[in-house]
């Protein structure tokens, strides 16, 4: 059966310069005026400058599209009349000729003055209009484009040809100027300027424009793109195209995957580009901020061929690019250093990802996976003088415990991989568990202590009294004591503090009541971690921020129903109510259900220094292999 293309797809055909001749553009009532700049269009006339200038023969200079709605009495132009406009003036330069008629429905300024704009457009050559020109802002900018070709072409001006030229010319200004009416009359072989015509259903046309004028651009370079590729009049052979359709269709699918996506990319693409273009610049050699500056830019290299051979060559390097991407994605090594390394990547990213695919291009699979690993380690240990124990709350900054954290869950996730890839009698639902890095941005993830800090850092009252009253709840045995208030122990001491918080709500006794319950909770416990030792590794996981705020400060049993509920291991309570289901990463699970601790006497109760050395003890052997490929750190 074959492929039943795209009706929009089918309808996008381009239309050259002189097609576009002899025939009437309405310019609706509701477009804004004529705006170019003289950069702007300097700018357009140096790309038709380099076009002509060009060795390579049998090309089109695309334009961007021009949206219309055909009627009786001509064509209504939604989106293209900057270009239309400058087009004309350009020709009008040239040749002394109106090359089509606009006729504007809106033919008064914004004052309410009658102006005739196509009287004027189409005697600008003949009349000095300045002084009418000086008193409509419409008129005045049509006008200053005029005077800005004329200045161009113009002979005092002639040194500009030169600097923006691909090579040297010794050519009178008579000789270019016939250059560019040539080129605009197709009168050059092989040589077009092009746009691409978009037809709307007149059904659709306020809909269309008031899209186009809100930002919500109506053709993205994605729909365009694949129309090149698999419109009929591309040159592909049908049996190609109809294959490109069903690939096509693939590429935008996967790029849709959030797993897919976030392991090439931390975010999402700039409107109105879409997942796809990043793909599409990366074929093209297009950086990032030169997408922002132009994203059509892409477009048009793809448009821009010598052949119809060179559009099916472009279109496999655009497949295979993809296609390598994919192979990559499959690989759970590839998929999970790649993805760590997009995390905390900065810089252009499509450089980026030329730079890893030319990589990955050159060597083995096997010598890729270490080249990864490589750079990994430059960016956790760029100096190669980390140590595990190195790492502390007060000693680097978050962003370099999240990344030392995001690297041992990975690790951690490959050695499942490895303990399970050849155990046949497994019936796993998936090849292998995938980290999702696109969680990364969406749930914020902090650095959580795990057990609490003698420091509060509550923001304000509520908090505080929230935090106490779940205290009260959990441990009322911290507040049993039939002795005097004044005793010196620790007991006596909370109550004491209690009292006088419950009388004034004052900040700074609060902070002695939590340090006290703090204290009095870790004397509890035989092998406690120590008040110095808590900002160390061992007593550090990452967290979302949600369930992260969820905590209130709390002691380690109350974290550690808030983190079982948040991983759906068990069902919310009243008291935690406001607890929702996210992902959890999966070390920091192992420590809260206490997976890291062997021994037969490990309480689930509490986090002491033997669950701290247990779990420090587990991220050195991740991250310090003994294997030289694998080391991150030193031991």
């Known amino acids: 059966m074959g492929y039943n293309m795209n009706d929009k797809v089918q309808q996008i055909p381009m239309k050259s310069f002189m097609q576009l001749c002899g025939k009437t553009f309405i310019i609706p009532s509701q477009q804004r005026g004529y705006k170019w700049t003289p950069d702007n269009i300097k700018e357009l006339i140096s790309d038709l400058w380099e076009f002509l200038q060009s060795n390579v023969k049998k090309k089109i200079y695309c334009l961007q599209p021009l949206a219309v709605v055909e009627y009786d009495n001509g064509y209504s132009v939604l989106d293209g009349q900057q270009r239309l406009t400058t087009l004309f003036l350009l020709y009008k330069f040239l040749s002394g000729n109106n090359a089509y008629t606009m006729s504007f429905e809106r033919d008064e300024n914004e004052s309410g003055d009658l102006i005739n704009r196509w009287d004027f457009l189409s005697n600008i050559n003949v009349a000095d209009n300045t002084e009418e020109a000086d008193k409509q802002i419409d008129l005045f900018f049509i006008k200053r484009a005029y005077q800005t070709i004329c200045d161009v072409f113009n002979n005092d001006n002639f040194h500009w040809w030169n600097q923006k030229s691909c090579e040297s010319v010794n050519a009178s200004p008579s000789f270019i100027k016939q250059k560019f009416k040539d080129l605009l009359e197709d009168n050059i072989e092989g040589r077009s300027v092009q746009v691409i015509w978009y037809k709307v259903d007149s059904s659709k046309a306020y809909e269309t424009f008031r899209n186009l004028n809100s930002g919500k651009i109506s053709l993205t370079n994605t729909e365009l ?46 409107y109105p580009q879409t997942r796809m273009d990043l793909l599409f610049n990366v074929v093209a050699g297009i950086t990032g901020d030169d997408a922002e500056k132009d994203f059509r830019k892409s477009f048009r290299w793809f448009a821009n061929n010598n052949t119809k051979e060179d559009l099916y060559r472009k279109w496999n390097q655009l497949r295979h690019t993809f296609l390598r991407l994919l192979d990559m994605y499959k690989n759970i090594y590839i998929y999970h250093y790649i993805g760590f390394l997009t995390y905390c990547r900065t810089g252009d990213k499509t450089n980026y990802i030329r730079d890893i695919l030319q990589k990955n291009r050159e060597i083995s699979k096997s010598d890729f996976v270490n080249h990864l690993r490589g750079r990994i380690r430059r960016i956790v240990n760029p100096k190669d003088q980390m140590t595990i124990d190195s790492f502390a709350y007060d000693n680097v900054s978050r962003k370099e415990l999240r ?19 050849n155990n046949r009698d497994l019936q796993l639902a998936h090849e292998y568990e995938q980290f999702p890095f696109e969680l990364l941005n969406k749930q914020r993830w902090d650095i959580e202590h795990i057990t609490s800090q003698t420091d509060s850092n509550f923001q304000n009252e509520q908090d505080r009294t929230d935090w106490l009253k779940s205290i009260m709840t959990d441990y009322p045995s911290f507040f049993n004591y039939d002795g005097n208030l004044d005793d010196d122990n620790q007991k006596a001491r909370i109550l004491r503090h209690l009292t006088t918080y419950n009388n004034n709500h004052n900040e700074k006794v609060f902070r002695e009541l939590y340090k006290a319950i703090v204290l009095y909770n870790d004397s509890q416990e035989k092998g406690s971690i120590k008040e110095e030792k808590k900002n160390q590794l061992g007593n550090l996981v990452l967290l979302d921020s949600h369930t992260n705020r969820s905590f209130h400060n709390s002691l380690f049993p109350r974290k550690r129903r808030i983190v079982v509920i948040a991983h759906g291991l068990s069902s919310p309570d009243d008291e935690e109510s406001n607890v929702v289901q996210v992902y959890i990463p999966p070390c920091t699970i192992q420590c809260f259900t206490k997976a890291y601790s062997k021994t037969s006497s490990t309480k689930l109760n509490a986090w002491v220094q033997s669950d701290a050395d247990a779990y420090v003890k587990d991220i050195k052997q991740k991250l310090c292999d003994t294997t030289a490929t694998k080391k991150y750190f030193k031991e």
């Open 403 to 421: 990344q030392l954290f995001l690297l041992h869950n990975i690790e951690t996730l490959l050695s499942r991989y490895e303990s399970l890839k």
């Open 225 to 270: 793109i694949k129309a090149l590729f698999l419109n009929r009049n591309s040159g592909l052979p049908v049996g190609i195209r109809e294959e490109a359709a069903h690939q096509f269709e693939e590429m935008e699918q996967m790029l849709s995957n959030d797993h897919f996506w976030n392991m090439i990319s931390s975010e999402e693409p700039i």
